[in-house]
């Protein structure tokens, strides 16, 4: 078939060599990838080592707006490259996130965020307060912090 038979809608779809020019470069075992044996161990104090090797990771430097990160079950998606072994306090955030996912379930928990977000709103007229004040944000943050200074006592005595 000659390229002047095709639809321009399939004319428009971005073909191999394109996609193989844009993708040039990226490493794409870092942009989707497993977390290490050793991050398992390294974040054992906010989720289950067994919970915690069944996360995927993606690495996208494109959430929207002010997110640096977002977890939907065991995806979590943060907006900047994370080598295996660079302890990172964001992390241990959404993998916070994982461990309520796994606890309450994805309705459950979907169902409760939502609904502490959206009486946030209400109540409190301010999109950033509204999120902040959710016990599932207040919770992750809390354990993260806890988790980081932790480390910072003791650095030699994880990992
Ligand atoms: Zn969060």
Redesign the pocket.
């Given at each position: 078939m000659s390229s002047q038979a095709r639809s321009p809608r399939k004319r428009s779809l971005p073909t191999a060599a394109a996609l193989k020019r844009a993708l040039h470069g990226i490493d794409l075992g870092r942009v989707v990838r497993r977390l290490s044996p050793g991050e398992t161990a390294l974040y054992a104090a906010v989720v289950d080592p067994q919970l915690a090797r069944r996360v995927w990771l993606l690495q996208i430097p494109m959430l929207p707006g002010p997110y640096a990160?977002?977890?939907l079950w065991r995806l979590v998606v943060i907006e900047r490259w994370l080598e295996p072994e660079h302890p990172s306090a964001l992390l241990a955030?959404?993998l916070?996130?994982v461990r309520q996912f796994h606890e309450q379930g994805i309705v459950r928990f979907t169902f409760d965020y939502n609904k502490a977000f959206a009486a946030g709103l209400v109540t409190q007229r301010s999109w950033s307060k509204a999120?902040r004040a959710?016990p599932?944000?207040v919770e992750?943050?809390r354990e993260a912090t806890r988790w980081a200074m932790q480390r910072s006592e003791a650095p030699r005595s994880v990992v």
């Open positions: 990160g977002l977890t955030h959404e916070v996130h999120y959710i599932a944000e992750a943050r």
